[in-house]
């Protein structure tokens, strides 16, 4: 599996990041890791800013807490939370209903494209095929 293309990605762009780049990241799952080794690179070197949204930070904590460490669950919510927090507004959840509408996109993948699309961002990273119907965003992964 190919590393992801950061490329396009101009200094200083805002990328939202979907739950399981982040999961296979800070677990260390290879190959999936390195896919999307070079995002967090730019990321660690300041060169771009990640945004999540709060639906991420539910998805990317469960393991943890199902495990029964709540020590890296918290760890892990420190990581989120330095990073640019998504609320879910009612202006996100229309959008998202609208994209769930026109694109049959599961609930959870249409509030992260919803809630890239509200705060501009330059991309929206993700592993999930479900996004590669939506146009009207850059989809890396």
């Not at 990605?9 to 080794?37: H, K, M, N, Q, T």
């Not at 026109?102 to 249409?110: F, Q, R, T, V, Y």
Request: net charge neutral; hydrophobic share 50%; proline share 4%.
């Amino acid at each position: 599996m190919e590393p992801i293309t950061t490329a396009k990605l101009e200094d200083g762009a805002l990328v939202v990041v979907d739950s399981a780049p982040i999961i296979y990241s800070l677990e260390g799952r290879a190959p999936l890791a390195r896919r999307f080794r070079p995002l967090f690179d730019r990321h660690a070197k300041g060169q771009i800013s990640f945004a999540v949204t709060t639906i991420t930070i539910a998805e990317v904590l469960t393991g943890p807490l199902m495990a029964g460490d709540d020590v890296l669950a918290e760890r892990y919510r420190a990581v989120l939370t330095s990073w640019n927090v998504i609320e879910l507004t009612t202006e996100i959840a229309a959008t998202a209903a609208r994209l769930r509408a026109a694109l049959k996109l599961m609930l959870p993948d249409a509030v992260q494209a919803a809630s890239a699309l509200a705060v501009n961002a330059d991309a929206l990273v993700t592993h999930d095929r479900d996004f590669s119907r939506l146009t009207v965003l850059r989809v890396l992964g």
